[in-house]
Each structure stands twice: as C-alpha cells, then as structure tokens.
C-alpha cells in the first residue's frame, strides 16, 4: 500500500519562475493538503482540496495555486517566483473533511530551492 | 486566529531516561483536536499522538503519554524509556472542529518544533 507520494524530491528554480509541485494521495484518501515549511520553521498550510474543489485556504498570496484530479491526486502550483519561496513543500492526505479519526498521512516533501 | 508556541528549540535526554516536551496554544474556541508530530530526517511527518479538547483523560500511545491542560492551554508530551530511534523533530500542531470553521476541516496550524537529541 503506498504512502503519500510527492515529486519532484529537490528542484531548483530562478526567481520569477514558476514550478509546479506533484502528490498522490495514500490509497483510499480522497482529500488532500499542501504544507510550506521554511528551514527551521514548522509547516504553514497553504490549502486543502476535496472533490476537486479547494476548500481552505491558510494566509498564502494568490501566487499559490492547486488543482486536485479526478483520481484525488493534486498539484500546487507557484508563479513568479520569490526566493522567500525556498521551502520544503509537504503534501497531506486523508480521508473527508472534518474527519479527525482518519489519520493524516504526510509525505517526504519537495525541496525548492529559488535563487 | 490560533497560535502554538513550542519554548525549547532543542532538548536532549539520556538513552533510557524520561523527557518532557512543552507546548502551549492560544484559542479562543472550545473545540479542537490537538497531535504532536514527529519529523525525522527523511522529513516524513509520522503522528506521535492526539488528543480531542472534549476529553479530560489524557492520551497515551505505548511510550508517549501527554498532559493535557485545557484552562491553561498546554499540551506537553512525555516520552518514557527514550530510544535512539526517538531522535527527531518534534511539532506540536492545533486543528480546530468549531461547527463555524465548516465542521474540523484539515488544516493544521504547526509550532516551530523542538528538536530531540537521545545521547546514548
């Protein structure tokens, strides 16, 4: 049974850019969420998609974006990017909304780099 | 908007022994679910332990046990028998369920983690 499964592990964009982040939900999840953790920092929610909508959203600009599947999987997206961007960007997955018992599995995370 | 405050940035303890691990959050909401999260090198988040606010009686899982304090808004996490595999790490994390959030949705709001040193 597959975990949480995220690509790519490192990239390294120019400022300016944009990048695209990839996940796959563990088996069975059907909502998922994005995470930034800044080195030394813990994570800060970006949002979370379920049913292919976005349904939350944390205190992220505009330049942050997502998209969820039919197959749950989801992508962020970042555009003009700043090298405040430099983070470990996490995936989340669970199962519904609100639905505390389910436990949220995490993955490895994308490292970006912006320089 | 809530807030988690971890004080120790980094805490270490003898292979064997017992260490405490201090979270305080601010809330004005009467229910919420609150975890502690362990983060290892490979930087996979792996659930420690959870505790609903409803409850009085404090989680335990095997080793890790908390202490829960909802009038003084803390949650501390106590680690017993400490092992090497224990370093790591470790973010208290907030997630709300007020019916006027949309029923618990998922987001949770992190500390800024205290990192676990086990000296063999």
């Known amino acids: 049974d597959a975990g949480v499964t995220q690509s790519p592990t490192h990239l390294i964009k120019t400022r300016g850019q944009q990048v695209t982040l990839r996940c796959s939900p563990k088996s069975g999840h059907d909502t998922v969420s994005w995470y930034q953790q800044a080195l030394g920092q813990g994570p800060q929610f970006i949002f979370q998609y379920y049913e292919e909508e976005e349904r939350q959203r944390g205190n992220f600009p505009d330049r942050f974006s997502g998209h969820q599947f039919p197959n749950y999987s989801s992508e962020l997206n970042v555009n003009a990017l700043l090298l405040g961007d430099s983070a470990l960007y996490l995936c989340a997955s669970s199962l519904g909304r609100g639905a505390w018992r389910n436990t949220i599995y995490f993955g490895e995370g994308s490292w970006l780099t912006v320089v | 908007a809530q807030t988690v405050t971890q004080s120790q940035p980094e805490m270490s303890v003898q292979e064997a022994e017992t260490v405490t691990l201090s979270c305080t959050y601010d809330?004005?909401?009467?229910?919420?679910?609150l975890f502690w999260y362990k983060q290892p090198p490979s930087r996979q988040m792996i659930l420690v332990i959870r505790?609903?606010?409803?409850?009085?009686q404090n989680a335990t899982e095997n080793r890790f046990s908390v202490n829960f304090q909802k009038a003084a808004k803390s949650f501390s996490l106590k680690i017993s028998d400490s092992q090497l595999g224990d370093a790591a790490m470790y973010f208290c994390a907030y997630r709300s369920d007020s019916m006027y959030s949309g029923g618990g949705a998922d987001g949770l709001t992190f500390g800024k983690g205290t990192h676990l040193i086990i000296q063999p």
């Open positions: 809330t004005s909401e009467s229910d919420y679910y």
């Open positions: 505790q609903e606010a409803y409850k009085q």
